[in-house]
């Protein structure tokens, strides 16, 4: 069932939200207070989430509120990867946490965290176990990204690809289970953390990988699952086959939906970073999400 919504994925960071043609947020922050309003009035309990901001930045979060883009926001999320991305040290998790805290009243989720395989599986292997302990029980929310590797065919969602170099090809190497499906060393602590740790897994559309990954999920006893629905896709022709089938497929974990990506045709310009011409549309295709699967 659906627990949670979240709005955008996160939107600080270039490669998901286009900076030339939204530089301050401020269409941004429009668009997430017109669709929290939304989803608030076609059902108030569910929790609604600001999408996941990296990197962990306390003043993106103050110009938000400065907007009045979180007054009808229960939670903020954040996401963080020390190990492979950010320039902060694992230990530092809790520090990450506390400059939110400090700046919100509203409760912190860490709706992405991860650690690559891409120089040997035994760093994701201790990463799991030192994340798990830096916050179970400091946040009441962290799904781990993700289950699967990212396919080498389908590519990364970034801006410059192979121009990033290793920062690039780490993309690939964030599941606990091969793009062959070999598990990987750490798969098999997995479970030590369970329920408390959730997953975040991304499904591409018409993604193969749906009935194998639930088993999964069931196997190492997670109940909590982040995943998305993309606007971009519901555009589709006969779109609403895939996600009928993927939201009946993972129905009975607690879900966290995050509603994200402009159509081509959308937006400002043409591409799924951007801003959307009419911000309204996007707030009812979140409402019109919420009333098909909510």
């Given at each position: 069932m659906i627990e949670a919504v979240k709005f955008w994925n996160e939107p600080n960071n270039k490669s998901h939200w286009d900076f030339e043609i939204d530089n301050d947020w401020r269409k941004f922050g429009e668009m997430v207070k017109l669709a929290a309003e939304a989803v608030k009035a076609e059902n108030s309990g569910i929790l609604?989430?600001?999408?996941?901001?990296?990197?962990?930045?306390?003043?993106?979060?103050?110009?938000?509120?400065?907007?009045?883009?979180?007054?009808?926001?229960?939670?903020?999320?954040?996401?963080?990867?020390?190990?492979?991305?950010?320039?902060?040290?694992?230990?530092?998790?809790?520090?990450?946490?506390?400059?939110?805290?400090?700046?919100?009243?509203?409760?912190?989720?860490?709706?992405?965290?991860?650690?690559?395989?891409?120089?040997?599986?035994?760093?994701?292997?201790?990463?799991?176990?030192?994340?798990?302990?830096?916050?179970?029980g400091r946040v009441e929310r962290v799904h781990w990204?993700?289950?699967?590797?990212?396919?080498?065919?389908?590519?990364?969602?970034?801006?410059?690809?192979?121009?990033?170099?290793?920062?690039?090809?780490?993309?690939?190497?964030?599941?606990?289970?091969?793009e062959d499906g070999t598990p990987k060393l750490a798969l098999k602590h997995f479970s030590d953390f369970t329920p408390e740790f959730g997953i975040c897994q991304w499904f591409h559309f018409?993604?193969?990988?749906?009935?194998?990954?639930?088993?999964?999920?069931?196997?190492?006893?997670?109940?909590?699952?982040?995943?998305?629905?993309?606007?971009?896709?519901?555009?589709?022709?006969?779109?609403?086959?895939?996600?009928?089938k993927m939201m009946k497929a993972l129905e009975e974990f607690d879900l966290t939906v995050t509603f994200c990506f402009t159509p081509e045709e959308k937006g400002i310009a043409p591409h799924h970073t951007s801003a959307p011409r009419n911000l309204e549309e996007y707030a009812d295709f979140c409402v019109e999400m919420m009333r098909r699967y909510a």
């Amino acid at each position: 069932m659906i627990e949670a919504v979240k709005f955008w994925n996160e939107p600080n960071n270039k490669s998901h939200w286009d900076f030339e043609i939204d530089n301050d947020w401020r269409k941004f922050g429009e668009m997430v207070k017109l669709a929290a309003e939304a989803v608030k009035a076609e059902n108030s309990g569910i929790l609604r989430v600001m999408g996941g901001i990296s990197p962990i930045d306390p003043s993106f979060i103050e110009r938000l509120e400065g907007y009045g883009a979180l007054a009808d926001i229960d939670r903020v999320a954040v996401h963080g990867f020390p190990l492979d991305w950010n320039h902060w040290q694992l230990n530092q998790w809790p520090d990450k946490i506390a400059e939110i805290e400090a700046i919100t009243k509203l409760p912190v989720w860490v709706t992405e965290v991860g650690i690559s395989t891409f120089g040997a599986e035994e760093v994701q292997e201790f990463g799991l176990r030192r994340t798990a302990e830096l916050l179970i029980g400091r946040v009441e929310r962290v799904h781990w990204y993700s289950l699967f590797d990212l396919p080498m065919a389908w590519g990364a969602t970034t801006r410059h690809r192979e121009a990033e170099g290793s920062s690039y090809y780490r993309h690939f190497y964030m599941g606990l289970i091969k793009e062959d499906g070999t598990p990987k060393l750490a798969l098999k602590h997995f479970s030590d953390f369970t329920p408390e740790f959730g997953i975040c897994q991304w499904f591409h559309f018409n993604d193969a990988r749906l009935e194998t990954a639930v088993d999964w999920l069931r196997k190492l006893g997670v109940k909590k699952l982040r995943t998305g629905l993309s606007w971009a896709d519901w555009l589709r022709p006969d779109a609403h086959v895939w996600f009928d089938k993927m939201m009946k497929a993972l129905e009975e974990f607690d879900l966290t939906v995050t509603f994200c990506f402009t159509p081509e045709e959308k937006g400002i310009a043409p591409h799924h970073t951007s801003a959307p011409r009419n911000l309204e549309e996007y707030a009812d295709f979140c409402v019109e999400m919420m009333r098909r699967y909510a």
